[in-house]
């Protein structure tokens, strides 16, 4: 559905085409203008300055949903679709790429799992990546003083996320979960031959703790109910690891075991390789989602980085 940034009588106002009598909602993505009223002419429903919320178009009417339903996953430039209702729409102009007439949400000419990684990005603080948008308020990872109990807990409850992620994707209850398995990312065996060495070496194992057991609940109860929710933390979880989460593992090696690679951090076969075949497989899932859908699985982005992030400073404990 395309969107365009119109002036009208001076006004900047956004247009975008309606259904006839059919309901039919504007994707709840955040937007780089300021909106606050919107009426519907002819075919295009016009949202005029400044409101913050989201137009939808029943029977000919339009609502105003809640402010809420934004998000801060950086904003949306919004370009061109075409001159709609042409007697009330002069002086178009595009502020975001466009092909065809066709406005982009950012990364998403590569692919959705190009989306799905821009917004992460911009969810790092500013310490972490150069995209980074957030504000640190701890001490950066780089400074943290890990302990040998707190970084065996953080195994053993990532343990159990992983245990989830990986049951679901076998027992795949949404026949896309299937296309999952075997991907050579997965992370259990590793880790449980990681935490047999701790345990050949006299360290006690610890049994799973509140921030990997809620967190294996809340995906099973996601995998169920809701799958580009699922698939948000699926992508989130495995390809952090990949990236800041190796370089995490060499830092509390140095630390306090003597710079010892665990299991956990290596991969049968040929990194990129692996993750350039499940990029494939998680765009060919979201090819067949709608806007709306894709929009939801990247809003729950920040669930992901939540929910891992307690398990990470579990390292400190």
């Not at 006004?11 to 006839?20: D, E, N, Q, T």
């Not at 209850?173 to 050579?184: D, E, I, M, V």
């Not at 060495?197 to 809620?214: A, E, M, T, V």
């Not at 990029?279 to 929009?295: D, G, H, I, P, Q």
Request: glycine letters at 8%; aromatic letters at 8%.
């Amino acid at each position: 559905m395309a969107i365009a940034l119109v002036h009208a009588q001076r006004l900047p106002f956004l247009a975008l085409p309606s259904h006839g009598n059919s309901s039919s909602q504007m994707n709840a993505h955040p937007l780089s203008a300021s909106l606050n009223s919107c009426v519907v002419s002819g075919s295009c429903v016009l949202l005029l300055p400044p409101l913050s919320g989201v137009a939808r178009v029943i029977d000919g009417g339009a609502s105003i949903a809640s402010k809420k339903q934004f998000s801060a996953l950086g904003s949306l430039a919004v370009g061109v679709g075409g001159i709609v209702n042409s007697q009330h729409c002069l002086n178009v102009r595009a502020t975001a790429t466009t092909e065809k007439g066709k406005a982009f949400y950012p990364g998403e000419r590569k692919g959705f799992v190009e989306e799905m990684r821009f917004v992460a990005m911009k969810l790092h603080t500013k310490d972490q990546a150069k995209e980074g948008q957030e504000e640190g308020d701890t001490q950066p990872v780089g400074q943290w003083e890990p302990s040998l109990r707190g970084y065996i807990n953080f195994l053993v409850n990532s343990k159990v996320v992983y245990d989830a992620m990986e049951s679901i994707v076998d027992n795949a209850s949404h026949p896309a979960y299937a296309l999952f398995r075997n991907t050579g990312l997965e992370r259990s065996a590793k880790l449980a031959q990681d935490l047999e060495w701790f345990k050949s070496q006299g360290h006690d194992i610890p049994g799973p703790s509140k921030p990997g057991l809620s967190y294996a609940k809340y995906l099973n109860e996601l995998a169920e109910k809701d799958p580009p929710a699922f698939i948000c933390h699926f992508y989130n979880v495995y390809f952090a690891h990949t990236a800041g989460g190796r370089m995490i593992g060499k830092k509390v090696a140095e630390k306090i075991l003597d710079g010892r690679e665990l299991e956990f951090y290596k991969w049968d076969g040929n990194l990129q390789e692996m993750m350039a075949a499940l990029k494939k497989k998680l765009n060919k899932v979201a090819k067949n989602w709608t806007r709306m859908e894709k929009n939801h699985c990247l809003q729950e982005t920040g669930k992901s980085f939540q929910n891992s992030g307690k398990i990470l400073r579990l390292i400190i404990s």
